[in-house]
């Protein structure tokens, strides 16, 4: 199996901060890569596919990043509605994978 | 739009069989555009991937977990399932069922629910 790791485990930041997320994969996976918010009780919600490529209707301020093992979420202006954990999950190969998230908290 | 509904007992057993049903609307499960997943979460932790299931009753499970899952398909009724056998606490989670276009990533999830083993 691919495995996914994530950093940080948790992140604290004030509204309006940049906030970067790191997911590596421990062998290529080219960029196969899709990144999910999950708020407390609900469903993971689909931010970022193809690495890069912003899900309709998902704010500007999101974007991704990278290629191969090594990728990133970034949120540009981070906002009272963005705090939550976000995973990262390969779809290279089976199994699909998860990194293990990052909460993003208040600070 | 498509939507998904998971379905089925909150609490089982220890040793029991776990029943989960996962109910398609807005879109056809025969649709050949789309595998149809199990994932699940324990509670305060991460994402589990189970495995899949194509409309024509092909499947394929995560090796990582024992093969006590079995997913099967309804087309007529647009649902598909999820059975578990030999429950235990471990097995305690919200289980969510989610659609994927076959080969990608996952683009809708049901709402999850909470399947809590305990005797």
């Known amino acids: 199996d691919i495995q996914m790791t994530q950093s940080p485990s948790t992140l604290s930041a004030f509204v309006g901060d940049r906030v970067t997320i790191t997911c590596r994969a421990s062998q290529s996976i080219s960029s196969r890569l899709a990144w999910y918010q999950q708020k407390p009780g609900k469903a993971p919600k689909l931010l970022i596919y193809?690495?890069?490529s912003l899900e309709s209707g998902v704010p500007s301020r999101f974007s991704g990043s990278g290629s191969g093992t090594e990728f990133t979420l970034t949120i540009s202006s981070l906002q009272p509605d963005d705090f939550a954990t976000y995973y990262c999950?390969?779809?290279?190969?089976?199994?699909?994978?998860f990194g293990q998230g990052t909460k993003v908290e208040i600070k | 739009q498509v939507q998904l509904q998971e379905s089925g007992p909150g609490l089982v057993k220890p040793s029991q069989t776990l029943s989960l049903t996962c109910t398609v609307s807005?879109?056809?499960?025969?649709?050949?555009?789309?595998?149809w997943s199990w994932i699940r979460q324990p509670p305060g932790k991460g994402l589990e991937w189970i495995g899949y299931i194509y409309y024509s009753g092909s499947t394929y499970y995560n090796p990582s977990l024992k093969s006590r899952f079995t997913i099967s398909v309804d087309t007529s009724k647009n649902q598909f399932s999820l059975k578990l056998s030999s429950v235990t606490a471990a097995d305690t989670a919200v289980y969510y069922c989610a659609r994927d276009p076959t080969g990608y990533y996952t683009d809708y999830w049901g709402q999850g629910t909470l399947v809590t083993v305990s005797s």
């Open positions: 807005g879109g056809s499960i025969s649709s050949g555009d789309y595998y």
């Open positions: 999950q390969q779809y290279n190969t089976y199994p699909r994978t």
């Open positions: 193809k690495a890069s």
